[in-house]
């Protein structure tokens, strides 16, 4: 069964720390992984696409990685701000040439001053 | 630079009662989606469509209708609501399907 988990659920960290979030899949044939940000009440942005070849990506303080052989992404988050406090999703595509996707159910960051 | 808009940002339904979701985007995307949020799960896709004139159903699609008559426009209908459709609504456009998403803010419906 094609499946998308993210851990951890929630996670809470002071402003300055890093802190890694990770995304396991097992959707196949696999074509790329995404991370998403959804602050409280918006819609989700894209912060990053990682495609099969690509094992780090980085965007700012966000830096992305894939490992392709054992299904695992992680997002690494450094010197959190109190803006980063929101949830982060992880999607994969069905399959290759699809337009449907799975989404995880997201880890929920809360950054304190 | 508006992006995705989706009208209205909150509705309360009764049970039975129809009304449409809007969503428009300005940036000439092909493919438009609507996905629903629900505490506890992924964004789960219900509609979704690759041009104009062309429309197919996502995993949940029962209870809902959409059209596409313009390349701006993907309406949502709930024909007759009921509580299981209470959720967050979110409309996405992309270029392609297979390219990044750009998500509108949400509805957020409760149906009584």
């Known amino acids: 069964k094609n499946q998308v988990e993210q851990s951890p659920q929630s996670l809470i960290i002071l402003e300055g720390k890093n802190c890694t979030l990770q995304c396991n899949y097992t959707v196949s044939p696999f074509s790329n992984l995404r991370w998403y940000k959804q602050d409280t009440g918006r819609g989700p942005v894209s912060l990053t696409i990682?495609?099969?070849?690509?094992n780090t990506k980085s965007n700012g303080r966000y830096t992305a990685t894939l490992d392709a052989d054992t299904k695992q992404s992680s997002l690494h988050i450094t010197a959190s701000q109190l803006s980063d406090s929101a949830s982060y999703i992880c999607v994969v595509p069905k399959g290759a040439g699809t337009y449907k996707y799975i989404f995880g159910t997201g880890t929920r960051l809360k950054v304190l001053a | 630079n508006a992006g995705v808009t989706q009208t209205p940002k909150f509705q309360v339904l009764k049970t039975g009662q129809s009304m449409t979701l809007q969503c428009a985007q300005d940036?000439?995307?092909?493919?438009m989606s609507w996905y629903r949020q629900d505490p506890g799960m992924g964004l789960r896709l219900i509609h979704y469509s690759v041009g104009a004139g062309i429309t197919d159903q996502g995993e949940v699609p029962n209870g809902y209708n959409v059209s596409r008559s313009t390349t701006e426009d993907f309406p949502l209908r709930l024909l007759s609501a009921a509580p299981s459709q209470t959720s967050v609504y979110f409309c996405?456009?992309?270029?392609?399907?297979?390219?990044?998403?750009?998500f509108g803010s949400g509805t957020r419906l409760t149906v009584v």
């Open positions: 940036m000439n995307h092909e493919y």
């Open positions: 996405a456009s992309s270029i392609t399907g297979d390219r990044g998403y750009t």
């Open positions: 990682m495609t099969f070849s690509e």
